[in-house]
């Protein structure tokens, strides 16, 4: 499948996670200065962000006079707490676009993509296996047989708060699979790799910098944005290609209540729900992550930028909808 084709796939199947709200999202003016706290841009965004959030954050106040204030947390769990309304944000940021239909009545039917990574074990100079791990990462030994050793600690998310989470499951049964070896799931999950070693999106890093962890599952971008060593996957279990959309797409995980998110390539997209305090400024901060200045860290930090409008972009605030989209899309 070349480029083109590829990208046309994946953008099918991230719009099979959206629904589309009844209502329409309100446009308005571009920037204005900081005049208070309350002038503030409120964005929740994946915790895998975090590290490139911090610099994104900084260069949007320089460029905008608003400042940001961001909540990290599991795209999951921050879908759920905008639906019931504990919280009201300007600006969500998924890293799995099926979440956004877990808005329910703030969703509102349009969202832009920005970004895509891939799934990495990650490791610190601290792990106790370091040196094994390094050697997996020049494809001297498996990784996998080093993650089965004794005592090894592989620090995950839980999958039903964080895509990354579901991703993990996703990328050890696919390991199972390309690797010929049953079973390898239950080893993988089983013993300090069990339910243990699941901790909170926004814990997992330090964890795995200091130590306290010998390795954790992470975006590549994340990864290298903590400045971790990294051991790279075979494509497909790495999930950050656009020519494995369909394989992808037979996987599933079904949360504790009930909800099923299916495989796809990774990316980031990003919304302004319809309870947002200022939807015109959530709109900004969403076309600013779409420019050259946000481009330029995004890249720095690892992350593969893409700009796909998802959904129906007559409900865009004015400053998404007039950008020139690429052709097709």
């Known amino acids: 499948m070349n480029e083109?084709?590829?990208?046309?796939?994946?953008l099918g199947v991230l719009r099979v996670g959206i629904s589309v709200a009844a209502l329409s999202v309100a446009s308005g003016p571009g920037c204005r200065p900081v005049v208070g706290e309350n002038d503030a841009v409120d964005v929740t965004y994946a915790a895998s962000l975090t590290a490139t959030m911090t610099e994104l954050?900084?260069?949007f106040r320089e460029r905008s006079g608003r400042a940001v204030r961001g909540d990290p947390r599991g795209s999951v769990a921050g879908a759920h707490l905008i639906r019931e309304g504990v919280w009201r944000r300007d600006v969500y940021i998924t890293a799995d676009p099926a979440t956004l239909r877990l808005l329910?009545?703030?969703?509102?039917?349009?969202a832009v993509v920005f970004a895509r990574s891939e799934i990495v074990i990650a490791y610190s100079s601290e792990s106790r296996f370091a040196s094994a791990l390094d050697?997996?990462?020049r494809g001297e030994l498996a990784w996998h047989a080093v993650a089965l050793r004794d005592g090894f600690r592989l620090g995950r998310t839980d999958p039903d708060l964080d895509p990354k989470g579901y991703r993990t499951l996703f990328a050890f049964r696919l390991a199972e699979q390309h690797y010929r070896l049953p079973r390898l799931v239950e080893g993988l999950l089983a013993g300090p790799a069990?339910?243990?070693s699941v901790f909170p999106e926004e814990h997992l890093s330090a964890r795995v910098q200091t130590g306290s962890l010998d390795a954790g599952v992470f975006y590549l971008a994340e990864a290298r944005a903590h400045d971790l060593r990294v051991v790279r996957l075979p494509r497909k279990l790495g999930q950050g290609?656009?020519?494995?959309t369909e394989a992808?797409?037979?996987l599933q995980h079904r949360t504790a209540d009930g909800r099923d998110f299916r495989g796809a390539p990774i990316a980031y997209a990003a919304t302004v729900p319809l309870n947002a305090r200022d939807l015109a400024a959530g709109g900004e901060f969403i076309a600013f992550l779409l420019g050259d200045e946000a481009g330029e860290i995004l890249t720095e930090d690892g992350f593969v930028t893409e700009?796909?409008?998802?959904g129906d972009r007559e409900r865009m605030p004015r400053s998404l909808s007039a950008r020139p989209w690429p052709p097709g899309l």
């Open 194 to 196: 069990g339910s243990e």
């Open 307 to 310: 700009s796909w409008p998802l």
């Open 241 to 244: 290609d656009p020519r494995d």
């Open 57 to 59: 954050e900084q260069r």
């Open 248 to 250: 992808l797409g037979r």
């Open 104 to 110: 329910g009545p703030h969703d509102p039917g349009w």
């Open 4 to 10: 083109e084709a590829g990208n046309e796939a994946l």
């Open 135 to 137: 050697s997996a990462g």
